[in-house]
């Protein structure tokens, strides 16, 4: 578990003595989810500040007809939900799910900021580590808007698969989600979306076996 803990990005820079003393003001639960699990369900209130420790999760949104819209991935050590359970938000927006068999943290509110209000140098370092968390969420969000804002389908695909070039510096790389996932969070029709794929490839845009792609 402190390895885990150790990997966690709002334990970064505590000191293995620091997170031991957090977690004894912090009394999660710590709970397994079964691929396809939810986590947390739109509509509830949210209390907690969940923490994935192993596993994947993702936050959805479905309208009333079920179609799914893909917002955010998730990897061991993220954190999710701290900003509503900051504003004590009594009606969630989003739904999460465990995208594989997981591992997930579960923080009262109440616990966290006891926590922080602890020791002034953890509550440095954790307050600072929470700002970044936050703030790396707003760029992405920012970066989703453009994606999906795009004219059409091939823009928005483009889009995407240049974001993913500038992480990974490469030309050639792995996106970190399914194709399925891809129309989901581009909001598009899968169908649509593997028939421009199809096009573009057809084009000598880019090539791709299954989530491998490379970008001409």
Not at 25 to 38: A, H, M, N, T, V
Not at 105 to 112: A, D, L, R
Not at 180 to 190: K, S
Request: with cysteine.
């Amino acid at each position: 578990m402190k390895k885990l803990l150790a990997k966690c990005n709002i334990f970064k820079g505590l000191s293995e003595a620091e997170i031991e003393y957090v977690m004894s003001y912090l009394k999660p639960d710590i709970r397994k989810y079964k691929k396809g699990e939810f986590i947390h369900m739109e509509g509830n209130p949210v209390k907690n500040i969940l923490i994935l420790l192993e596993g994947g999760v993702q936050i959805i949104r479905e309208d009333f007809s079920g179609t799914r819209s893909l917002m955010m991935q998730f990897l061991p050590g993220d954190t999710f939900y701290e900003a509503f359970a900051f504003i004590k938000l009594q009606k969630s927006p989003l739904s999460s799910y465990a995208v594989v068999d997981s591992l997930v943290m579960i923080v009262p509110y109440e616990h966290f900021i006891t926590a922080m209000e602890s020791a002034a140098q953890i509550r440095l370092k954790m307050g600072r580590n929470l700002l970044s968390i936050v703030a790396h969420k707003y760029i992405n969000v920012i970066a989703h808007l453009e994606h999906i804002s795009k004219p059409d389908i091939r823009k928005k695909i483009i889009s995407y698969l240049a974001e993913q070039r500038n992480i990974t510096g490469k030309n050639e790389f792995v996106i970190p989600i399914s194709k399925t996932d891809l129309a989901d969070f581009l909001f598009i029709n899968r169908s649509a979306m593997t028939r421009e794929l199809a096009l573009m490839k057809k084009d000598k845009l880019i090539n791709f076996k299954g989530r491998k792609f490379k970008i001409f």
